[in-house]
């Protein structure tokens, strides 16, 4: 099972740094990788009568997600998307979801048809060129994958701030907001960045949150 290879946890983020990001008034949220549903707890408890659902691969993660009341779908995303309904839901979160993914575009296509018209594709997604991971294959010539966290072994596609935007604009969306969350204490990476005049801002994250829409 996919849960006996994780840390502690992986499956119970809530990520309330993400809440910050939604825009409009939501009534209808899909959680893509809802894990135990951690985080369609913390919107349910922010936005009165929101209706939540949740796809879900680990299937001990998504009956515990499923127990608390979401309408949540448990196994592969690419098939669970397809019986959802179509221009329904107002928000579609993607919280470090999208790189474990073998094609990303095929799932974005797919959500693209779920969201209604106003509505919103919020995501976080990992950093590669996050200091920590590029110092070591930049200065110690290793690619080592980790249990969790930017190099996860679970993953399949490797971002960078620029490469999320075209990833979206290719994938046929309007990018509303992509900022850097969640950086460390760490003097190191604003040291490199000054060395390098200021052209390395995104080292100091090691996750881009990423707010679409649907172009008009």
Known sequence: MILETKPDGYFEH???EMLSFIDIPVAKCLDLGCGRGGYLDLLKSKYQNLETWGIEIDSESGAIAKSKGHNVSIGNAEKMIDDLPDN???????NDVLEHF???YIILEKLKNKLSSNGR???SLPNIRYYKPMFEYLFQGDWKYREAG??????????????IQRMYKDAGFQIVTNEGINKG????PYLVNALFLF???DIKYPQFATVVKKKN
Do not use: E, G
């Open 14 to 16: 809530k990520r309330n």
């Open 88 to 94: 329904y839901f107002d928000l579609i979160t993607c």
């Open 102 to 104: 073998l094609n990303p």
């Open 121 to 123: 594709i919020i995501s």
């Open 150 to 163: 930017v190099m996860d072994k679970t993953h399949y596609r490797f971002f960078t701030k620029k490469s």
């Open 185 to 188: 204490k760490s003097l190191k």
């Open 199 to 201: 052209s390395m801002d």
